[in-house]
């Protein structure tokens, strides 16, 4: 037993010594020892690993909110909030912010900055006066100026057809856009009823016709006997005919002789 284990000793020990296995040996300690100072190197110089906690803060959220508010939650996290960009916007008052660098979520350095974006609130703009010009000139004008026209009426008015009456909000009115407007368009004016003037007086169809807004045109005379002497025997319009305020009425009066132009 002696024998075998001190000649299994020098077989391993002729190994050892063998040229070969000592400098493969060396080498793999060789590579070993420049491993570990590469990572040295790396984790110390190019890229340190940061072992303190609580070094990098985390950005909360502060869209939508009042800048100043923004800028004090952000200062209470140990960073420093800074409006750097402001814009018009269509539904965001003035001063709430619309958008931060960096985004919420994300991991900062204390002191180190967060950007944001404010609005300016919305465009405002006086509404255009379009009353008096046709519907489609109005609605060319009232939408190239950021109006949106939601409803159309109509309605009697002394305007002609197809004119725009009304606009609300009025003309005049600053209002944020985009602003919906309406407006009224007129189907002219109201018409009137011709009376029946036959047979009655001279000067009370005249009355007549003053009082609902008609005018007195041309006045002939035509002879005739008995009663229809000074009173109206002709009118145009006819009776029961519909006219328009301001129409000019003409009527032809019976005289008491030929000769007569009373």
Known sequence: MK????IRRRQIKRRLDIPGWRGALSGMILLLVGLGMGYGFSTKIWFPILEEEGVFLEVTSVRNIDSKKAIED???LGLYGLVVDSLRHPTAVS???????????QLSFPGDTVELTVSLGPIRRAVPDVTRISL???LLLLESSGFAVVSTDSLEAELPLGQVVEVLPEPGTEVDLPMEVRVAVSRGPSLIAMPLLLGVEQKEGEEVLDSLGLIVGEITSRFRFGRDQGRIVEQKPRADSLVAPGSSVSIVVGRRSSGSRN
């Open 3 to 6: 024998l075998g284990s001190a």
């Open 74 to 76: 952000i200062a209470s």
């Open 95 to 105: 001063g709430q912010v619309l958008g931060q660098h960096p985004l919420p979520g």
């Open 136 to 138: 489609e000139a109005a």
